[in-house]
């Protein structure tokens, strides 16, 4: 269905795979377009539980394909202010491809190998999990662009990752390897080989898909909603959200699943 990306579901957990190898995974225009279009796509969809998003190739992902960089040249022919607004609507949109992943209801999971530049790094920062080989490496490559970072990497990655590290990350566009990216929590562990990465994180998605599909969905609304917000509001909207949803069928199954002590 998608040109720029496989799209692979096999018992509850669906893979999704970045599949412009010849570009190093850049994206472009329309790659963008299908990213947003695909996480919309599998957050309604019931036979999805988890999600684990890779990419073909050498790479993860290069980041934004030049392409779509060298058309932003393009605006200097509008004039303004209609350049600036085609301009903020242009960001917007790609913005959008990007929170797709974090809104989507059900647990992504990035499995990382080799480069994560740029764009890519937008990318994993709105998912869930992050896992990477040992040859990782992570970078905000837009200081080196005369750019400002502006898909979510500066936005995100504050949230779990260690300030500091980020704001030097971003002023000097260096190379974070695997093993540091453990230790400022930008990815949960990192393996010797894609290979032994895949089945780590092949694992992980399987465990999530065994819990309740209810719990799970309501477990990360919870918690982005807390990291957004301060503990009192927090706390009310966790009693709103259980008052509609805790007397589930997944409730009763789960008791009946303890006392018969079965899965």
């Known amino acids: 269905m998608y040109k720029h990306f496989r799209v692979e579901v096999t018992q509850w957990v669906a893979h999704v795979i970045i599949n412009r190898p010849q570009k190093a995974n850049a994206l472009h225009q329309e790659a963008w377009i299908e ?29 934004i394909d030049l392409e779509l960089l060298m058309s932003v040249v393009e605006f200097e022919k509008i004039p303004e202010p209609q350049r600036t607004r085609e301009l903020y609507e242009m960001i917007l949109h790609l913005q959008a491809c990007v929170t797709a992943i974090e809104k989507c209801s059900v647990p992504v999971i990035a499995a990382i190998h080799n480069g994560c530049i740029g764009g890519g790094l937008d990318i994993v920062a709105a998912c869930d ?23 979510g990497t500066l936005q995100r990655l504050p949230k779990f990752v260690k300030p500091a590290v980020v704001t030097e990350m971003a002023f000097t566009g260096r190379h974070v390897g695997a093993a540091e990216a453990r230790e400022i929590w930008l990815v949960n562990d990192f393996m010797d080989t894609k290979e032994t990465m895949m089945a780590a994180v092949q694992q992980m998605a399987d465990t999530i898909a065994s819990k309740s ?24 909207f966790m009693a709103r959200w259980n008052a509609s949803k805790l007397l589930s069928p997944d409730l009763k199954a789960a008791f009946q699943a303890v006392q018969k002590k079965k899965t």
């Open 35 to 63: 990213l947003k279009a695909i996480f919309d796509n599998l957050d309604g969809d019931g036979s999805v539980r988890v999600i684990v998003l890779s990419g073909e190739g050498k790479l993860f992902c290069a980041g």
């Open 129 to 151: 999990l992050r896992y990477c080989t040992a040859d990782a490496y992570f970078t905000i490559k837009e200081i080196d662009m005369g750019m400002v970072a502006d898909l």
């Open 213 to 236: 599909p209810i719990s799970i969905r309501g477990t990360k609304t919870i918690l982005q909603h807390t990291r957004d917000h301060g503990v009192s509001e927090a706390l009310e």
